[in-house]
């Protein structure tokens, strides 16, 4: 149901939410935020591994504590376990499993997926 025509409006809707690395043309890997949600992020094949999802994962809770923040959501597919252990190294925790309506060209169709959650609050420091 998700047609590069559908992928190119949801890109030209995230203006000033995305984050594209890599040549123009040919990108390595993309971030897209949206409210409170890391909505999005891809890495191409040949570049998994070489610390471009950290550096995307990293700006992209920057840009959502910037925002105010303080509790980030992002939805997983079910099965997809390399991104699993990823959000968990990064503190994402997984809450369970929820029914996302994406964004498809002509609607929106329901997805399972899991949901992980971050806090960005920090726990108060006390002087001694």
């Not at 499993?97 to 994406?102: I, K, N």
Request: with cysteine; proline share 4%; net charge positive.
């Amino acid at each position: 149901m998700r047609t590069l025509e559908s992928f190119q409006e949801r890109l030209l809707a995230a203006f000033g939410r995305l984050r594209v690395v890599g040549p123009a043309g040919a990108p390595t890997g993309f971030c897209v935020t949206k409210g409170s949600e890391l909505n999005q992020l891809y890495v191409a094949p040949e570049a998994r591994g070489s610390g471009l999802a950290a550096a995307l994962i990293l700006d992209a809770e920057a840009r959502l504590k910037q925002e105010g923040v303080s509790n980030a959501w992002l939805a997983c597919a079910i099965g997809n376990e390399r991104a699993a252990r990823f959000y968990g190294k990064h503190g994402w925790i997984r809450t369970g499993t929820v029914v996302e309506h994406l964004e498809a060209g002509s609607g929106t169709f329901p997805l399972e997926v899991w949901r992980y959650e971050k806090s960005f609050d920090q726990p108060a420091h006390r002087l001694a």
